[in-house]
């Protein structure tokens, strides 16, 4: 085995080893981490999603655990200087109780929000969840999550009854005869999946890509569909509509676990090949081909990513592929269905235990009075207490410091300065705020604008569970403790829980209700609060910095919800090596496959909607004559806070780019290397020109991981999905011209 990368030196540590995952990506590859005098290193360990596989980003993840970045100290912005100082706890604590209690008693509860992010564990995102509706009271919160999974999300609610990205094992890809990628670039974005197309194609199966570039992934596949930005939905109805000519539609199956096909099957009537060809540029050889290849194969798979999601009309274009799954009968079959490839971290546990705007724990709604009195009687408050739902991520940034907006924001491992669509404004929202805290690792865009900054544990230094992109809950062990001065999230959610209860007026009552339930953990937690009627007291024993005890209440708080750990056990995942959700009792099974039955609907159906092209938020003009689109690099991560630090992965891809095709270079005199510009309505990126044949000559992209002058959300257009919220990150209009 060929050892990682090293972190700094420890001189005098024990030499002690753990199993546990990387933390960047929701493939979530098995890795064990060593650590000796020398240091920490990385090995690959075997897994079933990445069979002992890593991409750069896993192999170097233990050079930040002492990098010389890394904040060790909270910093307090000092008002004379403007500069941000080290502080100790006490006084940056202080500074925010009393700063949030400002705010709060002036403007009301609601004038204080939280924004999380899909990297953070199950355990965070249930605690800073609940510390917003009752250490809060305020309905302002939502997380980066909205920025990445939200249409697929919502597309899977609203067809199946349930979101969970793959409902079915990851391994399921190598047996598939046909599998269908749209808007998805696993080779760049998580290589060691790569593995599990191999094998497919090692079998004798077919890989199609729809991809507006030819990317890594594109370049491995048997047929590529090269649509013009933003028609994807309109190749999805194509196809359709050939399978219907062809006869390749499963009317048993439509009729026996579907409803609503015929409007469907109206709409996609007007999609004649040659119609979808002219607006998408897909030629009809290659639709007639992809649909006779999906219509006919055996195990059939089809996965979308945010190439297809990240749209105004993304929910829809995401439903346009489950309708077409639907009704080649592919959702529960045996090796076929339909999934979409989540993203980030935690990206799907992320989005299920309340931390999103209208949920609350076990993927249930805020505004269902019977969730809020199961989630209300597991937190011990009356169910009227709780608030109700908020907005979602791009319309709560772009309201702070505004006269009806929150004026104080806190921020958990997310770093939207960067990540935020039309980037710059929310900046300046930022700015406006009253007060702005951020807890992180490290000194990214959004912490370096705050007035507090909280040092926070690594991935290495702590405990917990993340939820992988086939809905595997998975253990997270800590190798080592947070070095001096640095504290996990949920020890300073535990901290500001307290502080804020003690700066209320005393209560001689108990808590309102007791919890549903008698775990170890909650009896403790109710017996330490009654017994003491001092609010800080209650919510000490409400907000317990270990994670086994918030793991313990998050699953009673999701026990009968959609995604009902209730019978999943730090213990349980350590025998499986991960257990599926739901997962409702102890000795019950957990659910590898979703659907073979029935779907999560009321009557069982699966659910077709039917859904139509319509044109991107913002069209090309004279003006800005070219389309625009963004996305990842393979060794970046998101907005790159952490991997932009890393010496390997920064010489790698050390700055932004523009790539542009020849043919368009050549017509606005650019060479490759060239300064460029690139301008929207919006805001304007500059970044060397790279050539490429693989992008059509009618776009330019960008990657979005990248500060500074060469920020691609500088760009990006901030129109949303009406359903999900999702910001139309992949097409906008631009110009470009020589820097
Ligand atoms: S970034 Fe993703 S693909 Fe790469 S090692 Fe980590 S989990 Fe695996």
Redesign the pocket.
Same mark, same amino acid.
């Given at each position: 085995m060929t050892d990682g990368a090293r972190s700094a030196t420890r001189p005098g540590s024990t030499p002690r080893e753990v199993a546990t995952?990387?933390p !960047?990506?929701a $493939?979530?590859?098995g890795m064990t981490l060593r650590e000796d005098d020398t240091g920490v290193t990385v090995h690959p360990r075997q897994f079933p999603t990445?069979r002992g596989g890593?991409?750069q980003?896993?192999w170097t993840?233990a050079e930040l655990l002492d990098h010389p970045e890394r904040l060790t100290t909270p910093l307090l912005r000092d008002p004379a200087s403007g500069e941000l100082r080290p502080v100790s706890w006490d006084a940056a604590l202080d500074r925010i109780v009393t700063g949030i209690r400002a705010i709060q008693d002036d403007a009301g509860p609601d004038a204080v929000a939280v924004f999380g992010g899909g990297g953070l564990t199950n355990e965070k995102a249930y605690a800073l969840g609940k510390f917003a509706r009752i250490g809060l009271r305020t309905r302002h919160i939502d997380y980066n999550g909205r920025f990445c999974m939200s249409s697929a999300a919502a597309a899977g609610m609203r067809a199946f009854g349930i979101d969970r990205g793959l409902p079915f094992p990851l391994a399921d890809l190598g047996r598939a005869d046909t599998l269908l990628l749209v808007g998805a670039n696993p080779a760049e974005t998580?290589?060691? $999946?790569v593995r599990w197309l191999t094998e497919q194609r090692r079998n004798g199966g077919q890989l199609i890509v729809v991809d507006p570039r030819v990317t890594a992934t594109a370049r491995q596949a048997d047929l590529h569909l090269q649509p013009l930005p933003g028609t994807d939905l309109a190749v999805a109805n194509a196809l359709l509509h050939i399978a219907l000519t062809e006869g390749w539609v499963d009317r048993t199956y439509v009729a026996e676990r579907t409803s609503g096909f015929e409007a469907v099957r109206r709409t996609v009537a007007a999609w004649w090949p040659a119609r979808a060809e002219q607006l998408s540029g897909v030629p009809v050889a290659d639709l007639e081909a992809t649909a006779r290849a999906l219509g006919t194969g055996g195990r059939v798979i089809i996965l979308t990513a945010r190439g297809a999601e990240q749209h105004a009309k993304g929910v829809d274009t995401v439903t346009a592929y489950v309708n077409l799954a639907l009704a080649l009968g592919l959702p529960g079959r045996d090796g076929s269905g339909y999934g979409c490839l989540t993203g980030q971290g935690n990206g799907q546990g992320g989005r299920e235990h309340g931390q999103k705007a209208d949920q609350l724990p076990g993927y249930r709604k805020i505004d269902d009075p019977a969730a809020r009195e199961h989630v209300a009687g597991v937190w011990g408050v009356p169910a009227d207490d709780l608030p109700g739902p908020g907005v979602p991520a791009y319309q709560l940034l772009d309201s702070l410091g505004t006269p009806d907006g929150p004026r104080g924001l806190l921020v958990f491992g997310s770093n939207p300065v960067v990540s935020a669509p039309r980037a710059a404004r929310i900046e300046g929202r930022l700015r406006d705020l009253d007060l702005l805290v951020v807890a992180d690792l490290l000194l990214s865009e959004t912490a370096a604008l705050a007035d507090v900054v909280l040092p926070t544990a690594q991935w290495a230094e702590e405990d917990g569970t993340m939820t992988n992109l086939e809905g595997r809950v998975l253990r997270r062990r800590a190798l080592r403790n947070p070095p001096p001065g640095v504290r996990t999230d949920l020890a300073i959610i535990s901290d500001l829980a307290t502080r804020l209860a003690a700066a209320e007026t005393p209560t001689t009552e108990a808590p309102a209700a007791e919890p549903a339930s008698t775990t170890a953990a909650s009896t403790t937690a109710t017996s330490a609060a009654t017994a003491s009627a001092r609010p800080e007291a209650v919510a000490a024993a409400r907000f317990p910095a270990d994670p086994a005890a918030v793991f313990a209440e998050l699953r009673r708080a999701s026990a009968g919800g959609a995604a009902d750990y209730a019978g999943i056990s730090w213990a349980r995942i350590d025998d499986q090596d991960g257990v599926y959700w739901p997962c409702r009792t102890e000795d019950g099974p957990d659910t590898p496959r979703l659907f073979a039955e029935e779907f999560a609907t009321p009557d069982g159906r699966a659910r077709f909607h039917s859904v139509d092209h319509r044109p991107a938020a913002e069209e090309v003009c004279a003006t800005y004559p070219l389309h625009f689109t963004t996305g990842r690099v393979l060794t970046q !991560?998101q907005s790159g806070t952490q991997t932009r630090r890393v010496p390997a992965l920064r010489r790698a891809a050390p700055e932004a780019f523009v790539e542009l095709h020849p043919d368009l270079a050549a017509r606005l005199g650019i060479d490759d290397g060239d300064p460029v510009k690139v301008t929207s309505r919006r805001g304007e990126l500059c970044a060397p020109a790279r050539l490429s044949v693989g992008i059509r000559p009618d776009t330019v992209f960008a990657p979005f991981h990248y500060a500074g002058a060469g920020r691609a959300n500088s760009v990006t257009n901030d129109a949303v999905d009406p359903i999900s919220g999702m910001p139309e990150f992949k097409i906008c209009a631009v110009r470009v011209e020589k820097a």
């Open positions: 995952h990387c !960047y990506c $493939l979530q590859c990445n890593l991409c980003k896993g993840a998580m290589p060691p $999946l !991560y």
